[in-house]
């Protein structure tokens, strides 16, 4: 098991065929990517988004819809995951943490209930921990279906390929995954996180307030700090053109460093980066 993930297992065998599966689920949509890893290749992928927030339960209706009319998702896979998309999350030091107190750690920014399970990433390399809540229908159905599974969350994947990609970086350097209703934003000094954090926008002007934000906050300068922009956004686009208006230096994540599989779909960061 890799460091970061959490695995579910059950006494099974699962084929010894090359296959991942990768499933990345959201209230915003979700995602399937199976990986050829003979070959090193992308076997399949499909991306589903809704225009507004779904429940859980809806959630969960729609993937069973998609595992019974797709024909990929009945193939035998040596290795399955699952990423978990949500708000339901927060950082918090090595230091600090204890695993007794997962629920106060998450309920002064996130509505939890009593009866939520509530688990943990380790960010490799950085003596941090992702608290959050997974969802734990969409588990219990991968479970019931292929058994023995994996899963995380999204903001760990995020995370630590952004370190991957600045490890040989110095100064300040913020990054932007844009989606449809909402950006994670993640700013390193070095090879050290400094920041993360999520955010829901509805225009262009909540997108650059949350942003500049987070700078003042963290006195930093806008006219040093190093901005790379991924996701669903591109130069000519109206969050870009805002974001270069009040920040000296932007730019859109090069296609060579937006995933493993060097695929030009700059709009599934975490997913099509999750296989290592």
Known sequence: MEI?????????????????????VGLNGFSFLIVDRFENKIYS???????????????LEKIIEEFKSEENLQLSF?????????????????????????SDYLKYNTKI????????????????MLVYVPFVNINNFI????????????????????????????????FVNVNLNYFELVILKSSSLVFYNRFEYTTKEDFIYYILF?????????????????????TDDELFLI??????????????KMN????????????LNSIK
């Open 4 to 24: 970061g993930q959490k695995i579910i297992q059950a006494n099974n065998n699962i084929s010894d065929r090359n296959l991942v599966l990768t499933i990345q």
């Open 45 to 59: 992928f499909f991306d589903k988004s809704f225009e507004k927030k779904i429940t859980p339960e809806v959630l």
């Open 78 to 102: 040596s290795k399955i995951q699952v990423i978990h998309d949500n708000e339901m999350q927060t950082l918090v030091p090595a230091a600090l943490f204890e695993e007794s107190n997962l």
């Open 113 to 128: 209930f009593k009866t939520d399970f509530i688990t943990y990433d380790v960010i490799s390399n950085q003596d941090i």
């Open 143 to 174: 479970f019931e279906k292929y058994g023995s599974f994996e899963y995380k969350h999204n903001s760990t994947v995020l995370i630590e390929r952004i370190l991957q990609i600045n490890s040989n970086k110095i100064g300040n350097n913020l």
């Open 214 to 234: 987070t700078i003042e906050q963290l006195d930093l300068n806008v006219e040093k700090i190093n901005s790379t922009f991924f996701g669903k956004i591109s």
């Open 243 to 256: 974001a270069y208006k009040y920040i000296r230096n932007v730019s859109i994540l090069a296609i060579e």
């Open 260 to 271: 493993y599989f060097k695929e030009e779909n700059t709009s599934n960061f975490t997913i």
